[in-house]
């Protein structure tokens, strides 16, 4: 069975930076096709991809966010991390972490699916 | 950035009925397209992948349909713990956009 749990800090100031670890267990980032994403909820708003890393060390991040957000992955210890820089108000959310299943179509190129997520963890960004 | 819509936005519904969700994208994305559940507190939930096909372990009450830009999840016989929110997302370009979210409650 396949778990995963999101922590870091409730309350992060403006400019500052939020460390997110998403611990896991169920599977192993050694396997080939596994992959660990973070998604984030704006209260009141859509769910929003932020990032991926895969077994094999690959990254996927929206080009859409300008936080320089490096997702990082610590093998042995079944965990990744996720930084955003200097965070502002429209980064308070839930952000999920999920596994992410590595899939292939001809059409498409490569694409992650979520398949099992965590509950989330609420981040306010306020002063 | 491929834009979602889903409607209606929240659906009232009893025990036993039958509800038709639909999303809607804002450009071909062939049968990319992918249900989740979400309830209060919990994990989201991986329902259908590919427009139709049933992640294991679904009950096969719901359901999936449609390709291109207009697609529908079909939840046959409500069951109580089917009161919950529910979301599309397309995979078929980066970022892998979702839609807004259904709500289904109980009537």
């Known amino acids: 069975q396949i778990t995963l749990k999101e922590s870091g800090p409730t309350l992060v100031k403006p400019t500052q930076t939020l460390t997110l670890t998403c611990s896991f267990s169920g599977f192993s980032l050694r396997t080939t096709g596994a992959g660990v994403g973070w998604i984030r909820q704006p209260p009141g708003k859509a769910l929003e991809c932020l990032a991926v890393i895969y077994w094999n060390d690959e990254t996927w991040y929206n080009p859409s966010l300008m936080n320089g957000l490096p997702i990082t992955k610590d093998t042995s210890r079944n965990r990744v991390v996720l930084t955003m820089t200097n965070v502002n108000s429209v980064d308070t959310a839930t952000y999920f972490c999920a596994h992410a299943r590595r899939d292939f179509d001809v059409l498409t190129g490569f694409y992650p699916t979520f398949d099992s997520w965590g509950q989330g963890f609420l981040v306010t960004v306020s002063s | 950035d491929i834009h979602m819509t889903q409607s209606p936005s929240s659906l009232s519904a009893s025990v036993g009925d039958r509800i038709t969700i639909t999303c809607r994208t804002s450009?071909?994305?062939?049968?990319?397209l992918n249900w989740y559940q979400q309830k209060p507190g919990k994990a989201p939930k991986f329902l259908i992948y590919?427009?139709?096909d049933l992640q294991s372990g679904v009950p096969s009450r719901f359901s999936g349909s449609g390709s291109g830009t207009d697609f529908t999840l079909t939840i046959n016989s409500l069951q109580p713990e089917d009161f919950a929110t529910y979301f599309c997302?397309?995979?078929?370009?980066?970022?892998?956009?979702f839609g807004p979210g259904t709500i289904l409650d109980i009537k």
């Open positions: 590919a427009a139709s």
């Open positions: 450009q071909n994305i062939n049968r990319f």
């Open positions: 997302q397309q995979t078929y370009s980066s970022p892998f956009t």
